[in-house]
């Protein structure tokens, strides 16, 4: 390994690697060729003809799970095993009639076909779905690429950063992660974290020196995939993708499996449980059988017919289907998921810390207030300027307007005309901007007034001064304008514009003055001040020495203030009083000032009208801070320097006493405290973060939420879902569709379960009181796999219950997604329901063709008897065994259509778990509908398509025995209603613990 | 993970069994007690208003019957009458069956229970002003079979001499019409499953002639329509005798009887025994 690596400044050529042995025979050509590169990096041509020898700078993927092996898989679950016993069974049972010479039945045969088929199929969608989820991870690597820093050429350019090559000059700064093998040739201050290299945490330094002739333990050579922690440095990419140390340590550790997310684990905890039950039932009635004096191989058959009943083959179907929906419904909207736990953890979130800067502010410096005429103005802060402008007649606008543009050196990049002035890049820093950008939309085009006063001589901002000054030509005249801190700007003033007037600047004035600095100053705001002053023409010549002009800048007349801030995004606010109604605590924190952290919260409205700070407590009391009930005071503001000083004890104690908290000037390890000690209050966490020192906290939060924008990879690598538009308000979509999707994926699964009882019970009463078989397993499986597969789905389409952003955050411990009262009221009720509706529509069908219901139990052993041919009925008429087995076909028909008609009343009751059918509005849900219509469409086809009694044994039936489940149907929708009823009126009350699910 | 089981099944702690308290169990237990006495109630319900719905007499459909099946006396395993001529406990069995089957058709009984009726046309006996009034069911005398009749105690219906009767016998079929008023009767053939042209007549020769009593096999058209078990108490079922005269020993012999009337199809593909009837016979000797 050590050989390939090019340890730097003792003399070896920053040549690609591999690079010859031996250090003393090096041509001088090729040194002076090197040290070209080294200022002005590769040819463009050059790098292209590298990349195509050595690859992309990339990993390859570890060779993943071959894919007939995830197939595999998908045929091997719990359900899939069970089916493949149950298969298994039914050729026994073929094979074992065929060899005792009963030629008529090769049911058991199609039977095991159709498990099959069942088991591929289903297996098939699995595998698609897998497919499909993969390729949107993929797809979301490529929509947020590393990029990398390079020279080429001479040009400083941003490229991909697979697109490097070896020999590439590359500069990498604070935040970053190193694109490639770097021997470092210069560096300030550069620090990286090799901890995924080497398990070392602390940072080290990185400098030009060899310091070891190891590679790993040098100074001089950044690793790929770490990250640079601060300060910048420049390098010689030595090696590229797999050949990086990185890649061959990748390349070692082979085939890292990925880790299942939790609701995945509860889904399978889930299905074991399903499927152990289907054991347990189907071992019971095998028992059962053989006391009662079925043979070995009829008592086998009823456990394979019990399994099949009992497992809901379509479930796991339903639940991929849902799941991913939802990430594509988050995707839609600006959330990308990296795993589908991440939907359902934030449904359960109860405390956002959420960062200020561009998440819940616009991350733009934006003029906000002016003052001028004794009076405060408000300008538009939004971020389409639809807002309010204020009065611009004055003439003292005119010149705090002219002195806004001309003293100022920020200027739009050229060639954006066509673009709204606030999304216009700028050269220059954040208020010169926000300065230029009021300018050009409240007076218009700044570069044309620029013109008209061109600049004879300035003197650029400094902190000693803390103004900035510049003298324009203006016809006759000069026109020196000053802009500044307030009072530095004051300082240098003499009189004060109003209307137009210029007046001597008085305490009066000077009191006013401060009046409104301190009230500007005091909501968070940046103020500046400006001044002006007419000067004879030549005062000050072209080429003055700009440390001169500050002796001119005296008398000057004092035009106004204007007050800039970042403001919160228009949607913020209302995003917070979202999560306040729904049980979530939003909590800032933030490396800014507290006064501006506050003014923001408050803006944004994390803290409330109407509350007060210890501080502000005090003030209005009168009382010595420290004999303020910290009761009393809502919102608390904490700098990092007071966190510092605190216990975790003492901070715990503070996020219980005030319920609306800001961090200001916190440090992103304080960050972690926080999260931290909201977890140990029991908080589900979520964190949104962008730096690489966010990391941590990231990843210490349930959720950590990365911005899409802003973030660093790092960033997006540790948190769970990445915000493209970094917009808080995003989250607490992510929120409300995680909320959604848990309830609705609950009502998915047990409306799936519901038809498992009535499709159990015929087998139970089947064999315990041997009437006719009432249901097949076929049509077992057309139910679970053809019918009610649509309409499950359509459960996740399911509107919120319009009370779901009021409801407290769920409980991941207590609140399980299928509980006991769930499992209860599916089976034990609204099941059992069902199977007295198909028993009920049975024995109608029966009792009309001639079969009373009480002959029919205990009627099976001369019933199936196939030489039975003239089985008398309860009228004397004699059937042959031909004519009974359509009539057991009819049977089987006529309760597939009661539990289809049940399922319509299941479907639209599984709509609310709470609130009344009528308040959700029964064809809000659109595909529900479809779904419905879907459903008892495919019923007629089953029944109605000549060929489907011998196909499928579905028989047509009559039309009257259609309706005989309905008032079945009525009464799952009546009960359910009164459920609702009393779960609405009496919250935890018994009927509300019991039958709440 | 025991002592967590242990704790689950019985908690002393709590006092909770399977996770809940008595008090827990009682109260779900009397809800569902109440929630499935409603349901069964409700069951109960919709059978007796389904029960008193259903006409006693006739049932609300019969289309699956719209063919009536056939079948053989005796009624041996798997339609196979298989015997062998000289030993007698190898058909005796038969022969008890038949005389067991053939007891209500004695001629005393029929002249006791039955009216005579008019030959040639259906019994109608329509309900005038009384519904559902008792019907008269027609004599069938056992006389009618001839040799078949095995009227004598000791009578082997042919068995002991290779000449075996078999009996065949229609479904009963409420309201049904067979024939649409023209006599009815039934054939009897040889037919080999899947047999073709020239087989078909060597199985008949094997076969040999075959005698029906009645003569020519036919049902008087007297004994339909059937009323039912309840109105029609003593409806006594018409009956065919196949005599097998010359069936050639030691040979298997597929005899296929259909059911011979106007507007009845008794060639379903699937089911073997509506309108017809195959059985195997086997004759054998020393």
Redesign the interface.
């Known amino acids: 390994m050590e050989e390939s690596y090019e340890l730097g400044p003792r003399g070896k050529a920053p040549a690609p690697a591999p690079a010859p042995k031996g250090r003393g025979r090096r041509k001088q050509e090729k040194l002076e060729d090197m040290k070209k590169e080294m200022d002005v990096g590769l040819v463009e041509a050059v790098a292209a003809e590298r990349l195509l020898r050595d690859g992309p700078n990339e990993l390859r993927p570890p060779r993943g799970t071959p894919e007939c092996v995830k197939f595999g898989r998908q045929l091997a679950g719990g359900l899939q095993c069970l089916m493949w016993v149950a298969a298994a069974i039914c050729l026994i049972a073929y094979g074992v009639q065929e060899g005792e010479g009963d030629r008529g039945s090769s049911d058991n045969l199609y039977l095991a076909i159709a498990l099959i088929a069942v088991v591929v199929v289903t297996g098939c969608f699995g595998y698609y779905q897998e497919f499909k989820s993969t390729n949107i991870i993929a797809s979301f690597k490529n929509l947020v690429p590393q990029q990398a820093t390079v020279i080429r050429e001479g040009d400083k350019l941003q490229i991909n950063a697979n697109e490097l090559v070896v020999g590439d000059l590359v500069e990498i700064k604070g935040g970053d992660r190193v694109p490639a093998d770097i021997r470092i040739i210069s560096a300030q201050g550069c620090k990286v974290d090799n901890s995924s290299l080497t398990g070392e945490s602390e940072p080290q330094t990185r400098s030009p020196e060899c310091t070891h002739d190891s590679p790993l333990e040098t100074r001089n050579i950044a690793f790929f995939s770490t990250m640079c922690l601060e300060g910048t440095a420049m390098g010689l990419v030595i090696n590229t993708g797999d050949r990086t140390i990185i890649g061959r340590i990748a390349s070692l550790a082979s085939g890292v499996e990925n880790e299942k997310t939790p609701i995945a684990i509860e889904i399978e905890h889930f299905v074991d449980i399903i499927a152990g039950l289907a054991i347990f039932f189907g071992a019971t009635f095998f028992v059962v059988a053989m006391v009662i004096g079925y043979p070995f191989l009829r008592a086998m058959v009823f456990f394979m017919a019990i399994v099949v009943a009992y497992v809901p083959e379509g479930l796991l179907a339903t639940v991929t289907v849902c799941l991913s929906l939802t990430a594509k419904r988050l995707a839609r909207k600006n959330c990308v998921v990296k795993n589908l736990e991440a939907v359902e953890t934030l449904g359960s979130t109860s405390v956002i810390c959420s960062d200020k800067t561009g998440t819940l502010t616009q991350n733009r410096m934006t003029v906000a207030h002016l003052w001028f005429d004794n009076q405060i103005h408000t300008a538009d802060t939004t971020e389409d300027q639809s807002g309010q402008s204020f009065d611009q007649s004055s003439e003292t606008w005119t010149m705090l307007s002219r002195v806004v543009t001309l003293c100022n050196r920020a200027q739009f990049k050229p060639g954006q005309d066509n673009i709204p002035v606030a999304k216009r890049e700028v050269i220059g820093d954040a208020s010169e901007t926000a300065l230029l950008k009021f300018a050009e939309v409240t007076v218009g085009t700044v570069a044309e007034a620029r013109g008209r006063f061109p600049k004879v001589a300035e003197l650029p901002f400094n902190s000693t001064n803390k103004f900035q000054l510049s003298v324009h030509e203006a016809g006759e005249r000069q026109l020196l304008v000053l802009k500044g801190a307030p009072e530095r700007v004051l300082e240098r003033c003499s009189t004060v514009l109003l209307k137009g007037q210029e007046l001597a600047l008085d305490t009066q004035w000077r009191e006013a003055f401060e009046g409104a600095y301190a009230e500007l100053g005091g909501r968070g705001e940046r103020v500046l001040g400006f001044c002006a002053r007419w000067l004879p023409a030549g005062t000050v010549a072209a080429g003055t020495d700009p440390e001169a002009l500050p002796e001119v800048a005296v008398g000057l007349c004092f035009a106004g203030l204007v007050s800039m801030i970042d403001p919160p995004r228009a949607t913020v606010p209302q995003a917070v009083l979202k999560c306040r109604t729904a049980g979530i605590r939003v909590i800032m924190v933030t490396g800014d000032h507290p006064i501006t952290a506050k003014a923001i919260a408050a803006a944004v409205g994390i803290i409330s009208e109407g509350s007060e700070t210890p501080e502000e407590v005090a003030a209005r009391l009168r009382l010595p801070l420290e004999r303020v009930d910290p009761r009393q005071a809502r919102a608390r503001v904490v700098t990092g320097a007071e966190l510092a000083a605190m216990t975790p004890g003492a901070l715990e104690g503070l996020l219980r006493a005030h319920p609306e908290m800001v961090f200001a000037r916190t440090s992103p390890q304080q960050k972690l405290v926080i999260v931290e000690s909201c977890q140990r209050l029991g908080a589900i966490v979520a964190v949104t973060g962008d730096g690489v020192n966010d990391s941590p906290a990231l990843k210490k939060a349930d959720i950590g939420v990365a911005m899409g924008i802003a973030g660093s990879d790092a960033a997006k690598n540790a948190a769970d879902m990445i915000l493209l538009d970094d917009n808080f308000a995003s989250i607490v979509t992510g929120v409300e569709q995680g909320r959604l999707i848990f309830d609705n994926l609950k009502k998915s699964i047990a409306y799936t379960l519901t038809k498992n009882i009535p499709e159990l019970t015929p087998y139970l009463i089947y064999i315990t009181a041997s009437v006719p078989l009432p249901l097949g397993c076929i049509t077992i499986l057309f139910i679970e796999l053809c019918t009610d597969i649509f309409p499950s789905v359509s459960l996740a389409y399911e509107r919120a219950e319009s009370d779901i952003m009021h409801l407290k955050p769920r409980n991941p411990r207590r609140d399980r997604l299928v509980n006991e009262p769930l499992a209860a009221y599916s089976y034990f009720q609204i099941g059992a329901i069902q199977s007295f509706a198909g028993f009920t529509d049975y024995f109608v069908a029966m009792a009309q063709e001639g079969w009373w219901p009480l002959l029919c139990l205990g009627l099976r052993p001369r019933w199936e008897d196939t030489h039975e041919q003239e089985l008398q009925d309860s009228y004397g008429q004699q059937w042959t065994f031909e004519q009974r087995r359509y009539q057991q076909y009819t049977c089987y028909t006529v309760f597939f259509i009661s539990i289809e008609m049940c399922q319509i009343a299941d479907v639209l009751i599984r709509k609310t778990r709470r609130l009344s059918l009528l308040q959700q509005g029964l064809f809000r849900n659109r595909i529900l509908v479809i779904a419905i219509v879907f459903q008892v469409s495919i019923g007629c086809f089953l029944c109605y398509c000549p060929g489907m009694p011998n196909v499928f044994n579905f028989m047509p039936i009559r039309f009257q025995w259609w309706f005989v489940p309905m008032p079945f149907g009525l009464l799952i929708l009546v009960y359910d209603e009164i459920r609702k009823l009393g779960v609405r009126r009496h919250p935890g009350s018994w009927w509300d613990r019991e039958l709440y699910y | 993970m025991l002592a967590e089981w242990r704790a689950f099944v019985w908690d002393p702690r709590s006092r909770q069994f399977l996770g809940r308290t008595g008090t827990s169990w009682g109260?779900?237990l009397l809800?569902?007690l109440v929630?499935?006495g409603f349901?069964a109630g409700?069951?109960a319900l919709?059978?007796w208003v389904?029960?008193q719905s259903?006409d006693p007499?006739?049932?609300?459909?019969?289309d699956?019957?719209a063919t009536?099946?056939?079948?053989i006396r005796p009624r041996a395993?798997?339609?196979d009458v298989t015997f062998n001529v000289t030993q007698s406990q190898t058909w005796r069995h038969y022969v008890h069956a038949l005389h067991q089957f053939l007891e209500p058709y004695n001629d005393s009984v029929q002249a006791a229970r039955n009216a005579a009726c008019a030959p040639g046309r259906y019994n109608e006996q329509p309900d005038d002003a009384v519904a559902n009034y008792p019907k008269r069911a027609c004599r069938f005398n056992r006389s009618l079979l001839g040799p078949c009749a095995g009227l004598a105690p000791a009578d082997h219906y042919g068995y002991g001499t290779g000449r075996p009767c078999v009996l065949l016998?229609v479904?009963?079929?409420?309201n049904f019409f067979p024939g649409r008023n023209k006599s009815i009767n039934v054939v009897c053939a040889a037919k080999r499953p899947r047999a073709k042209g020239d087989l078909r007549e060597e199985d008949a020769a094997l076969l040999g002639p075959l005698q029906l009593f009645p003569p020519n096999g036919s049902i008087d058209l007297m004994y339909f329509p059937?009323y039912?078990?309840?109105v029609?108490v003593n409806?006594t079922q018409p009956v065919v005798a196949v005599l097998f005269a010359n069936a050639t020993a030691n040979v298997e012999h597929h005899v296929e009887c259909r059911l011979n009337a106007d507007g009845l199809r008794a060639d379903?593909e699937?089911?073997?025994?509506?309108g017809r009837?195959a059985f195997r016979l086997r004759i054998n000797r020393e």
């Open positions: 109260l779900i809800f569902y929630f499935y349901l409700l069951f919709t059978m389904l029960l259903v007499h006739v049932p609300k459909y019969q699956r019957l009536p099946g056939m079948m395993e798997g339609l016998k479904n009963r079929v409420i059937y039912g078990k309840r029609h409806y379903d699937r089911d073997k025994f509506a009837v």
